[in-house]
């Protein structure tokens, strides 16, 4: 199965960028799109961006455009999250999450990252 292991998060200052990375393994040519999400405890888990696998097509929520970016690296099977600008309201627990088994579905999770703003 894809296993999807995220790296990268820590604590920042306001104002500052962080880029956080999702290795996939495994059966990667299985993967229609993969993307990030972030969840705040006790909250709903928040949709961030998404990526075509096969063509490389991303997309941003709006919440998040302009200071985030999606982005992948070919040669080692990395899609990354460019963060611009944090804020203390984008303190969360990141996770990279990927469609496998059916279109439209995130099967596939990673363990997630925690991701700390501070003002």
């Known amino acids: 199965q894809v296993q999807l292991i995220e790296t990268g998060g820590g604590l920042v200052q306001a104002g500052a960028s962080l880029r956080l990375s999702c290795a996939a393994s495994?059966?990667?040519?299985?993967?229609?799109?993969i993307g990030w999400f972030r969840q705040v405890a006790g909250k709903e888990r928040e949709w961030l961006a998404g990526l075509v696998w096969s063509g490389g097509s991303t997309f941003h929520s709006d919440s998040v455009k302009g200071r985030f970016t999606m982005s992948r690296e070919h040669a080692d099977n990395t899609v990354y999250l460019q963060m611009n600008n944090l804020n203390p309201e984008d303190t969360a627990v990141y996770y990279c999450a990927a469609q496998v088994k059916r279109v439209g579905t995130y099967d596939s999770w990673g363990q997630g990252t925690q991701v700390t703003v501070a003002s």
């Open positions: 495994g059966p990667i040519n299985s993967i229609h799109v």
